[in-house]
């Protein structure tokens, strides 16, 4: 248990210190700026309870919104994603179930399912930012071209990211 | 009793979502507007340290182009001196004149937190009251326009920078004198936008766009930037698209510019409202 607390602890860090010193960092066009700290919310345990969880989330987005100096903007999105999670999970269970006391990864579920459960959970993450930092529905579709272009980024460095988890 | 506490138990979820989620919105509410920007960046003497670090690595590898910047501007302000020099030769002023009071005041800072892929985008300046920083103050970079101060702590202050969506500027048309209002429509960081100038008045490609001195925060004749192409809006007006004379991609050292005469300005304009 120990363990697993001091484990996600260095996840957390590490994911937060890519975050705020490479990905805030990019300036590709302004239609790119992936968020891969959301990666946090997907590898939290299966059977983790949703209070915990949605206020891990509501952590996780305030020390985000302290960087990047946006009150309130990454909390509300991740809030939004811790909510949603176990409705994904169950959604998108495998056949036989999952296995307890086991982390929803690629390793133990397959490239396939990780992708979709990563993807959902990303464009729903990204929607709710976007869409709450210019806060309004003029540019409609510039907006949502953000998201689908930033999303696909985000889900790439995930999936990245994963993949270095897994060969370690 | 019973059937309240049921409910609680089967909708605690759903209660803690709202509740965490009420607080996000609050604070994206009441923290993220026009001026209460300030309050938070004062939150953030934690995150501080690593935004300096970051931006004096990023500035480490733009040296050679900071360089060039500084040595342009060098250059442009011996002109400058030159010329005065030349004029004060023949123009005999006394200085306690105070028709002739100094009306702006320059000071010179360095960013050290700085975005331009957001909607609303806003530098961090390494300067703030203590040293004489006050809201409303301009920041150009070279001589031309780069944002204006929004919020001072006691040593930073942040300015909303041209590239945000609320940031709405005052200029003309170098050329020809018509006046607009330049915005930026959140598309690239290269281009705003120039409205508000009438149909029947000729410019073409190229064309100087610069500050008028109106709104009392930018002196008059800064530079913004080049008409890069235009239309015909719906109206009787053009929608002009400038090329940005700021890279703001690469600011990094940047004027401050103070107005001493706003004040006045701004009490008399009162006055007729």
């Known amino acids: ?168 | 009793m019973r059937n309240l506490l049921n409910f609680l138990a089967k909708y605690n979820n759903l209660i803690i979502f709202l509740i965490l989620e009420g607080i996000a919105v609050y604070l994206l509410s009441t923290g993220n507007n026009y001026h209460n920007t300030r309050v938070i960046r004062g939150i953030r003497g934690v995150t501080r340290g690593i935004e300096e670090r970051v931006s004096n690595t990023r500035s480490y590898f733009r040296l050679r182009d900071i360089s060039q910047a500084l040595a342009l501007e060098n250059a442009s302000l011996k002109n400058t001196i030159e010329q005065l020099g030349k004029k004060e030769d023949v123009t005999l002023l006394s200085v306690s004149d105070t028709v002739y009071h100094q009306q702006y005041v320059y000071s010179s800072a360095r960013i050290i937190g700085n975005s331009v892929n957001r909607q609303k985008n806003f530098f961090t300046l390494n300067k703030g009251k203590r040293q004489g920083m006050s809201v409303d103050m301009a920041v150009t970079s070279g001589n031309s326009v780069a944002g204006v101060i929004v919020g001072c702590s006691d040593n930073y202050s942040v300015a909303m920078s041209v590239l945000n969506l609320d940031f709405k500027l005052s200029a003309r048309i170098r050329s020809n004198g018509y006046f607009g209002s330049l915005s930026w429509e959140g598309k690239d960081w290269n281009h705003a936008i120039l409205s508000e100038i009438p149909q029947h008045v000729t410019f073409g490609v190229g064309d100087t766009v610069e500050t008028t001195g109106y709104s009392a925060i930018f002196p008059e004749g800064l530079l913004i930037g080049t008409v890069s192409s235009f239309e015909k809006s719906g109206s009787d007006f053009y929608r002009i698209e400038v090329a940005l004379a700021t890279d703001f991609r690469k600011l990094r050292f940047v004027s401050v510019i103070g107005n001493l005469k706003k004040k006045e300005q701004i009490e008399l304009e009162n006055q007729f409202k």
């Open chain 1, 1 to 168: 248990m120990i363990n697993r607390i001091l484990r996600f602890t260095v996840i957390f860090v590490l994911l937060l210190l890519l975050q705020v010193l490479l990905f805030n960092n990019i300036e590709f066009s302004g239609y790119v700026n992936p968020f891969v700290y959301i990666m946090f919310i997907l590898l939290l345990p299966v059977e983790i309870p949703s209070w915990l969880l949605l206020i891990l989330s509501f952590a996780t987005g305030l020390i985000i919104d302290f960087f990047t100096g946006t009150p309130g903007m990454h909390c509300a999105s991740t809030v939004l994603a811790g909510f949603l999670r176990p409705y994904v999970l169950r959604i998108i269970s495998p056949r036989d179930g999952y296995e307890p006391g086991a982390d929803p990864s690629m390793v133990i579920y397959g490239f396939r399912w990780f992708l979709i459960y990563a993807s959902i959970i990303v464009l729903v993450h990204h929607i709710a930012l976007f869409y709450l930092e210019v806060f309004r529905f003029a540019d409609f579709f510039r907006t949502l071209v953000r998201v689908l272009l930033s999303s696909l980024f985000s889900v790439t460095f995930i999936l990245l990211l994963e993949f270095i988890r897994k060969g370690k």
